[in-house]
């Protein structure tokens, strides 16, 4: 086996495991959305994922309508961990209505009193890994 196959062979068994885990935290955010699909709630495709340290939120901006209501679900696949999501509108106000949080669970449901551009933070507040993988998704009906 040449050097360049060796290195590519390690690279992939280094990056499949870390791909994988920011689906698996993707997974437990969907299945926190299924309650909701029940009710009539349409999961969009779009998501986001990643990993973050603890207690550094990230801002994902979102365009959302007046006459829809939004649940936003995050999850993560470390056991023990706390994941939280808050929605604010553009003046920096929290506007949503209804939130939950149980473990490595998390979502917030608005309503959005005007179309514009929203911010929803989720924040990694307690793990044992340094970083943590997540996945969020959203759902409107």
């Not at 437990?28 to 999961?43: D, M, N, R």
């Not at 998501?47 to 550094?56: I, K, L, S």
């Not at 007046?66 to 995050?74: H, L, R, T």
């Not at 961990?81 to 003046?91: G, L």
Request: net charge neutral.
């Amino acid at each position: 086996m040449t050097r360049f196959f060796k290195t590519l062979l390690i690279l992939t068994l280094l990056v499949l495991p870390a791909l994988a885990t920011v689906d698996d935290a993707l997974s437990y955010a969907l299945e926190a959305a299924q309650p909701y699909v029940k009710e009539g709630f349409t999961v969009r495709e779009d998501y986001w994922g990643g990993d973050m340290a603890r207690q550094q939120p990230k801002a994902i901006t979102q365009q959302l309508f007046k006459g829809n209501e939004y649940w936003f679900w995050a999850g993560t696949d470390v056991k023990g961990s706390k994941i939280s999501v808050h929605i604010y509108d553009s003046e920096g106000n929290l506007c949503e209505v209804e939130s939950w949080q149980k473990g490595q669970l998390s979502a917030a449901r608005v309503t959005p009193k005007r179309t514009g551009t929203y911010y929803v933070i989720v924040e990694i507040e307690k793990s044992s890994a340094e970083r943590t993988h997540w996945g969020m998704a959203y759902g409107f009906r």
